[in-house]
């Protein structure tokens, strides 16, 4: 499982990093990378760290299994292994499909001075931050490929990283652009999950 999770995490950088990239330029001649936000020690560069070392976690849980580093006993099972490929592969579509969802407006971090449309249909319809729910969904099927100390860190990591960048960074430049606009957005459409699944599960509780 360990080289296909290395596979599989390679191609997810290639088409949504790379690939994505590319067509950015194609269309606009920006990359569309704005690097990390905020000055160094702060909340929102913290964030920006935390994102990259779960990057580097996502290629270290596979490497350490392949020189005997033990696994999860109780996540270490053939069909959790299948669930993680469903989800990374699914993980790795809704990421790039998210993203080409943005058009132009496609940016890997914030630029304050910078304007961009506010995207509100395609998967951003559905989540406001489809990208990023999709990017979790891929680093949680990975860590099922390969379920280690280092592997499972790293999605906490992730979904930190993912969190602060939200709410710390990409919302507070979102509401200061578009206003009123985008408030009656936040009313409609939940960050992570869908408002109808958020009902629901509140109803349950």
Do not use: C
């Not at 990359?31 to 964030?47: D, K, T, V």
């Not at 993680?84 to 001075?113: E, H, K, N, P, Y």
């Not at 709410?167 to 999950?193: I, K, Q, S």
Request: charged letters at 15%.
């Amino acid at each position: 499982m360990a080289v296909l999770a290395l596979i599989l995490f390679g191609t997810y950088v290639a088409v949504t990093f790379g690939l994505r990239t590319w067509l950015q330029i194609r269309r606009t001649g920006n990359s569309g990378f704005r690097g990390l936000s905020g000055r160094p020690g702060s909340i929102e560069w913290w964030g920006g760290v935390l994102f990259i070392a779960a990057l580097v976690a996502a290629v270290g849980g596979p490497l350490a299994d392949l020189v005997g580093w033990g696994t999860i006993d109780a996540l270490d099972t053939s069909w959790l292994h299948v669930l993680g490929l469903v989800l990374t592969l699914a993980g790795i579509v809704g990421t790039f499909a998210a993203q080409l969802s943005m058009g132009a407006s496609w940016r890997v971090g914030v630029d304050a001075d910078e304007r961009t449309e506010l995207v509100t249909d395609g998967a951003f319809a559905l989540v406001r931050n489809p990208i990023f729910t999709a990017m979790g969904v891929t680093g949680a099927g990975l860590v099922l490929l390969v379920p280690n100390a280092i592997a499972v860190a790293g999605l906490g990591m992730l979904l930190v990283a993912l969190e602060m960048q939200v709410r710390l960074v990409e919302e507070p430049y979102l509401r200061r652009v578009h206003g009123a606009r985008w408030d009656d957005y936040v009313r409609r459409v939940g960050r992570f999950v869908p408002k109808r699944a958020q009902l629901r599960i509140a109803t349950r509780d």
